[in-house]
């Protein structure tokens, strides 16, 4: 039979698989007591907050994690991906399509419907 922890992760197992499709960064997972301890730092708080919602998915009371998930702070760079516009890009950092305009402002980009995989783009903190 496996141990607490593997039960635990094995639970947890699609909070873990969110945190990774979010590009959040997972900086602990143990053991603590009783309760399977998760910290991790999301890209933005719309990222924390579906990750959030990834929690209460697999158990509304989750009272066997601790957890201490915080949304990365400041400005940051990413690289458009296939299939990226900045409609979803915005999306994926502030909870809201329609704040496309504040990437392309910080970005300087005179068409916003003309990015390109590969490029690096600075996406501003959310206000």
Do not use: C
């Not at 909070?15 to 998760?38: F, H, R």
């Not at 933005?44 to 990834?54: G, L």
């Amino acid at each position: 039979m496996p141990d607490l922890f593997e039960q635990l992760k094995q639970k947890y197992q699609p909070v873990l698989t969110k945190i990774q499709q979010e590009g959040a960064e997972l900086q602990n997972l143990n053991l603590d007591g009783n309760q399977l301890y998760l910290k991790a730092t999301a890209v933005s708080e719309a990222s924390k907050n579906r990750i959030w919602d990834a929690i209460k998915a697999v158990d509304p009371t989750f009272s066997d994690l601790k957890h201490d998930i915080q949304a990365r702070q400041g400005a940051q760079d990413y690289t458009v991906q296939p299939g990226d516009n900045l409609s979803k890009i915005s999306k994926h950092f502030y909870g809201d399509a329609n704040k496309y305009p504040v990437i392309a402002k910080a970005n300087n980009l005179d068409d916003p419907d003309k990015i390109k995989v590969g490029q690096k783009l600075v996406i501003p903190a959310a206000a």
